[in-house]
Each structure stands twice: as structure tokens, then as C-alpha cells.
């Protein structure tokens, strides 16, 4: 299985094909927007690797954006002991979850790619297993 390690949003993930992945939110795009990432730090898998100085020139990661929402609450709270002072505040973390499709080498050949997902609407499948009966 090959895999890749990108950069994003300041940090790096090892990705593998068809694997969906929590990235700093990346703005100005719209849902099933296909999104490359030309940051490629390393590519490879279980026989070889191969590391570029420091981004390999040429090698892109393919995805398509899933959604873009905001993180869990975190809460920040802060006392002075003694001094009647606090202070309450909350962040939410902008995020977009991503599914990478493909995964392409320096010569522009596709190391691995994602298996296609199907998608049927609820109501064809109520009709299929009512017609089995």
C-alpha cells in the first residue's frame, strides 16, 4: 500500500489512498471540490521510499472535500486566586475533512487510487430488498 506525507496548514500527515483526514481548514473552496496538494515531503511504500530536499518536485496528492465545520468547544478559563478575577472564554477550531483519491509520483504516475464510492439514494435500496421478498 503506498502512502505519502504532505504538508498543510503547517503540519504534515502521512496519508494513504481512500483515507479520510481532519486538516486545518483550507478556505475559498466549495463540498466535492477536488483539491491538490503540491507539498510532498516523501512518497513510497513497504519495499521503497523516496524523500525530496526538502518537497519532491512534480508529486501531488488528489482529494476531495467532504465538509468544512468547526471542532468541539474548548474552554479557557482563567483565575486569579484571592483578587475576585476571572476570566471565561471558548474557541472553536476551524477544520475540513478531506478523502484522498490519489496519490501520483515525480513522473506524474499514479501510485494508488481510491476505490470509487457508489452512491445510491435510500430509496432505491428499499425498493431492491422489497423486490427480493
Known amino acids: 500500500m503506498s502512502y505519502a506525507v504532505i504538508k498543510t ?7 494513504k489512498s481512500g483515507e479520510i483526514l481532519k486538516v486545518e481548514k483550507l478556505p475559498d473552496l466549495k463540498l466535492e471540490n477536488k483539491i491538490e496538494f503540491k507539498e510532498i515531503l516523501a512518497y513510497g511504500d513497504d519495499k521503497a521510499i523516496e524523500v525530496g530536499t526538502p518537497n519532491l ?11 468544512n465545520s468547526k471542532n468541539r468547544t474548548v474552554l479557557i478559563f482563567k483565575k486569579r486566586r484571592r483578587q475576585n478575577s476571572r476570566r471565561k472564554n471558548g474557541h472553536r477550531q476551524q477544520y475540513s475533512m478531506i478523502r484522498i483519491n490519489k496519490i ?25 430488498v422489497a423486490a427480493s421478498k
Not at 496548514?9 to 496519508?15: A, S
Not at 518536485?57 to 465538509?67: R, T, Y
Open 9 to 15: 496548514g503547517g503540519k504534515q500527515y502521512k496519508v
Open 57 to 67: 518536485e512534480g508529486a501531488k496528492v488528489e482529494a476531495d472535500l467532504i465538509k
Open 104 to 128: 501520483f509520483s515525480k513522473d506524474g504516475k499514479i501510485l494508488s487510487e481510491a476505490e470509487k464510492i457508489a452512491k445510491t439514494s435510500k430509496k432505491k435500496e428499499i425498493k431492491e
